[in-house]
């Protein structure tokens, strides 16, 4: 799969590429592999033999601007210059440094990645968003830039703890309610399947969803507009996840964070309470959590300080039936009673 860039780069998507064949994808003397030490354990065995290998810490609270100073210091100790090539190897917070650390480092070097979590699959290492967190608030500070290319070997999938596989389901599901309801039914049809690591069912739904938010982002790269689809069940779910104390994975808030935007969406009329049910229902099969004990002032007070609020109404993105959706301007006073509302009846 090749992404057009609005910069007229392309950047290629390589779904059930074996990651023995990683070498084959750029040609640089200097390559230097960003990880974290689990995944340097798991798959150092498969890093370019000539590689440099950069491990930094894992977890959110270590996705932080401190963390890309100590990478670019070993960079430079290592002698990374402009011809080098970055590859972050991991999940989505390795990917997410490694393409801001590839954006500033000398203004700019190459960068690819392969991504070895559901999520970062499907997600992270798909669209070119990188950035850091900052002071709890996730994704602060980063840039758009597009990585050469991105390798998905399914069978990395096989290492990763189930909670993490799950969590990623998530952003496959929200990808089948955004535009494609038959995606949807598939993964209501196969789930157990999904679950039990069916290859085949692996390889179509990473590579339907990379389709799907591929897609997207060649539209809007810079998320002007439809690129906001890609936010349904992440107001809330941002909220949740900054209130859970790192309790929750990204994808896990973002399952309770579908299920009140469905809710919401029914009670405009967007979608029947049979589809609300089906929407519930598939995440909770997966094994996510689909109900939260955050009080309503808790959650209406983290999505004021979300990041994609505009003035005193917010873009919310609502399901219109299933595999399709819309973005909306609500005021914050009316998100307030729906929201209420939701919580009741979820
Ligand atoms: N840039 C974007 O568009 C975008 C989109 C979605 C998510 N994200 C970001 O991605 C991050 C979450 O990514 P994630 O869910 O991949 O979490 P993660 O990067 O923290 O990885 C989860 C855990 O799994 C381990 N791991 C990774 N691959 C493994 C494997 N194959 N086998 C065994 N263990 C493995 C990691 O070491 C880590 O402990 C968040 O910071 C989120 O904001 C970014
Ligand atoms: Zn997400």
């Known amino acids: 799969m090749i992404l057009k860039l609005l910069d007229g780069r392309e950047s290629s998507i390589l779904i059930g590429e074996n990651i023995e064949n990683l070498s084959n994808y750029f040609n640089s003397a200097k390559v230097f592999i960003l990880t974290n030490p689990d995944i340097s354990d798991l798959y150092s065995d498969y890093f370019p033999k000539n ?86 608030y996730k994704n602060m500070i980063g840039v758009f830039n597009q990585p050469d290319f991105v390798l998905c070997d399914p069978r990395t999938l096989k290492t990763l ?29 196969n789930i157990n399947a999904i679950l039990n690591h069916d290859r085949d069912m692996i390889y179509t739904i990473v590579n339907k969803s990379v389709g799907i938010k591929a897609n997207i982002v060649e539209a809007d790269e810079k998320e002007s507009g439809e690129r906001k689809k890609l936010n349904l069940g992440h ?86 039936g299933i595999g399709n959706s819309e973005i909306r301007e609500i005021s914050f006073d009316e998100l307030a009673i729906l929201l209420n509302k939701a919580l009741e009846t979820l």
């Open 235 to 320: 107001t809330f779910g941002h909220a949740i996840e900054k209130h859970s104390n790192n309790a929750l994975l990204h994808g896990e808030a973002v399952s309770v964070g579908l299920v009140i935007a469905a809710k919401i969406s029914e009670q405009l009329n967007l979608i029947t309470n049979e589809d609300f049910m089906r929407i519930k229902n598939v995440l909770q099969k997966t094994g996510l959590p689909v109900t939260t004990d955050i009080s309503l002032a808790n959650l209406l007070e983290a999505i004021g300080k979300d990041k994609k609020r505009e003035s005193d109404s917010i873009h919310f993105v609502l399901n219109r």
């Open 51 to 136: 590689s440099k290998v950069i491990t930094m810490p894992a977890g959110e609270t270590n996705k932080s601007l401190n963390t890309v100073l100590n990478t670019v210091r070993q960079l430079i100790a290592a002698g990374a210059d402009r011809k080098s090539v970055v590859v972050g190897f991991g999940g989505g917070i390795v990917c997410d440094m490694t393409g801001f650390i590839a954006s500033i480092y000398m203004r700019g070097v190459r960068f690819g990645f392969v991504p070895t979590t559901l999520m970062a699959q499907v997600d992270a290492s798909v669209g070119g968003k990188n950035g850091v967190n900052c002071d709890g």
């Open 161 to 189: 703890p189930d909670r993490e596989f799950k969590a990623g389901m998530a952003e496959v599901i929200k990808c089948g309610l955004i535009v494609d309801g038959d995606f949807f039914s598939y993964i209501e049809n």
